[in-house]
Structure formats: structure tokens, C-alpha cells
């Protein structure tokens, strides 16, 4: 992940994410995923959206992973 700001076009995502076109606009239409921003007729998203995505993607599925385990001390 990068902490420079940087436009992407949609391929680029697709490359960072690993999710097909369809999926992608399939959860910015449910509120899931960052929309892109229009410059022209292209659609361009925002790298910092795109990795606090991922950081969230990662959280979520952690903070199912120890629910119900006692942990031993």
C-alpha cells in the first residue's frame, strides 16, 4: 500500500484488488466500495480510498477470527 495520493484507473484496481469490473461497481452501488471519481469519461479512484478498503477488508475478517476461543495465558 502507498501513501502517496494517486489516481487509478480501473485496471489498476482490478490488479490491487482482485475483483472483476462487475463486482466492483456491483458494491459501490451497495455503498461497499469507494466510487471513483469522473475526470472526463473516465473513471478514476483514489489510491488512499483503495488502500483504507483493503484495510478495512482485513480488519473485518480478524475480528471474526478469535470470537468464541479462549485464548490460554
Not at 484507473?9 to 490491487?16: A, K, T
Not at 484488488?17 to 473516465?42: E, M
Amino acid at each position: 500500500m502507498t501513501s502517496q495520493v494517486r489516481l487509478l484507473p480501473l485496471r489498476e484496481v482490478r490488479r490491487i484488488v482482485g475483483l472483476s469490473p462487475a463486482t466492483i461497481y456491483r458494491q459501490i452501488a451497495a455503498g461497499d466500495f469507494p466510487a471513483p471519481c469522473k475526470q472526463g469519461t473516465r473513471s478514476l479512484w483514489v489510491s488512499t480510498e483503495i488502500d483504507a478498503w483493503i484495510a478495512a477488508v482485513i480488519t473485518a475478517r480478524n475480528m471474526g477470527r478469535d470470537m468464541g476461543q479462549s485464548k490460554s495465558a
